[in-house]
């Protein structure tokens, strides 16, 4: 990657290309500690090139998420989705279903009419 902080230099806001320099930013960048870190929570394995690429990426999320948050007005209220929704789903019906043996009969292992799956976070 070039010199400079990462996420400085041209980047694609909605249809034109802008400069960001360190002043267009809210908070430092990302670093790649901060990265690394993300990545050993979620298990990935990155090299030094890959956690200066996401350093970047991510550093450029964070500032579009800022630049949004810049132009929302105080007279515009918070919303959910831009339309109202209804729930078109139907009712809830009970019909014939599998017994709890039956859907259990494929699984590998089972405790209490549940799937045994492999404990992974060390909890008990």
Do not use: Y
């Not at 960001?20 to 908070?27: I, Q, V």
């Not at 279903?97 to 699984?107: D, H, I, K, R, W």
Request: proline content about 10%; hydrophobic content about 35%; aromatic content about 2%.
């Amino acid at each position: 990657m070039g010199g400079g902080p990462v996420g400085a230099g041209p980047h694609r806001i909605g249809a034109k290309t802008t400069t960001l320099t360190p002043e267009d930013r809210c908070m430092p960048g990302i670093t790649r500690e901060e990265v690394a870190h993300l990545a050993r929570l979620a298990r990935l394995e990155l090299k030094g090139e890959e956690l200066d690429h996401f350093a970047g990426q991510l550093d450029d999320i964070i500032g579009a998420v800022a630049r949004v948050s810049e132009v929302a007005d105080q007279d515009v209220p918070p919303t959910s989705h831009p339309l109202p929704l209804t729930n078109v789903m139907r009712a809830d019906e009970v019909r014939p279903s599998l017994t709890p043996e039956q859907a259990l009969s494929g699984a590998p292992a089972q405790e209490q009419q549940r799937f045994k799956v492999p404990q992974i976070l060390g909890e008990d």
